[in-house]
Every structure is written in structure tokens, then in C-alpha cells.
């Protein structure tokens, strides 16, 4: 269960690609070099060949190889940077969160949870719930007061069917005594029980879902 994009390319991979480039640049040089040298025993001592081409091509594979060295470089400063990052979120392990998700987790041992926020104060709200294909599970009339609250689901639907563990959606539609409808935003909150480094960008993990550390609205103690 995640919401980490994997659009994004990771340190590692950076790293096989420079690899990759040097390994290349190293054979295609030593092959330049021998060419070179053979052009060099048999060119025409009366005539010899004009040196500028060559001095040009030996010149544009030293810019070459110094582009590739600074990307290692970089490569390792980055990783020096994500291990940083990553000691630094691992203070956040055991603390409550909230997330700027409206998608919660739901395990065997916790309750999907969500705090609640309305413009204006509400009388009612109706909790409709998704799965992860954003089909509808179910929907309840919640009987509320004020302008901001939480909501926790166990699974359990009206019907008394108890569904799978997994990522879970809440839509709400707030209401007041006269029916006007007051818009309501929900967030995923719940502790954090792991981080790790994904995709070279730390992300924390709440019941078993993982958001990027972007997504933390607040850390309570």
C-alpha cells in the first residue's frame, strides 16, 4: 500500500548509469588511442597528417570524462544527503501524524482513521468509503457538531460484512440543521511506524501505507 510515485529515478540507478557511461567512454578512448597510433606509424612522412582533428577529439574526451567524474561525485554527495535525510525523518517513528491524504490504511490489528475539517459548522456528515480501485465500499450518516472531528472505520460495513485490509478512501459531504451542504476535507492520520529511503526520497509508513514525508501536515507528540 503506497502513494509514493515511482516516476522517480533512484540514487542506484543513477549510479549504473554513470558506471555504465565510464565503462563505455574507457573502451571507446582506448580504441581512439589505438587508431591514433596506428594512423601515426603509417602516415605519409612527406605529407603528415594535420594534428588539430586529433588534438580536437582528445580534448572533447577530457570534457567527457569530467562530466562523467562530477556526476560521481554528485551521485555521492546525493547519497550522502538521502542518508542524512533519512536519520533525520526516523525521529518521527511512534509519532501521530496528520497527512495531506484522504487515503488511510486499514490493518488486522488498527482502524483506518481520519481527522476531519469543515468550512463552517456542520450538523451531519456523510462518510462515503472507496477501496484503492475507487469503488464505492459503503456510506454512513454521521451525527456531528462543530467544524472539525475524526472518524475511525474498523472495516466493518453497515451490513456487517467485514472487508479486506488495505488502503481505503473517505469522501465526505458535510451538512447543516437547514441542509445546506459545507464542504469537509478529510486527512489520514495514524502513527508513524516506519521510514525508509524510496525512489532516493525518505517515506514514512502509517499502518502499513506509505506516503512521501511531503504529505505530513502535522506532527503531534
Not at 445546506?180 to 502509517?206: E, F, L, R
Request: no cysteine.
Amino acid at each position: 500500500m503506497t502513494l509514493v510515485s515511482s516516476a522517480t529515478s533512484s540514487t542506484s540507478a543513477a549510479q549504473s548509469s554513470t558506471s555504465a557511461a565510464t565503462a563505455s567512454l574507457t573502451g571507446d578512448y582506448n580504441m581512439f588511442l589505438k587508431l591514433l597510433t596506428t594512423q601515426l606509424q603509417n602516415q605519409d612522412p612527406t605529407n603528415p597528417m594535420d594534428s588539430s582533428q586529433y588534438t580536437q577529439q582528445l580534448v572533447q574526451y577530457s570534457q567527457v570524462e569530467q562530466s562523467i567524474k562530477q556526476n560521481t561525485t554528485l551521485n555521492s554527495i546525493l547519497s550522502n544527503l538521502n542518508m542524512t535525510s533519512l536519520t533525520t525523518t526516523s525521529a518521527v517513528i511512534g509519532q501521530p501524524v496528520r497527512l495531506d491524504s484522504d487515503k488511510a490504511a486499514l490493518s488486522a490489528s488498527a482502524p483506518a482513521q481520519w481527522d476531519w475539517s469543515a468550512t463552517n459548522a456542520v450538523s451531519g456528515l456523510t462518510a462515503t468509503i472507496l477501496d484503492d480501485k475507487g469503488s464505492k465500499v459503503d456510506s454512513f450518516d454521521l451525527k456531528v457538531s462543530g467544524t472539525s472531528g475524526n472518524f475511525s472505520w474498523d472495516g466493518t460495513t453497515s451490513t456487517g460484512k467485514k472487508v479486506d485490509s488495505g488502503l481505503y478512501q473517505l469522501q465526505l459531504t458535510g451538512t447543516t440543521d437547514a441542509g445546506a451542504k459545507i464542504t469537509t476535507t478529510a486527512n489520514a492520520v495514524g502513527k508513524v511506524d516506519d521510514v525508509q529511503m524510496i525512489n532516493g526520497s525518505p517515506v514514512i509508513s502509517v499502518n502499513g501505507a506509505q506516503y512521501p514525508t511531503s504529505m505530513i501536515l502535522r506532527i503531534t507528540k
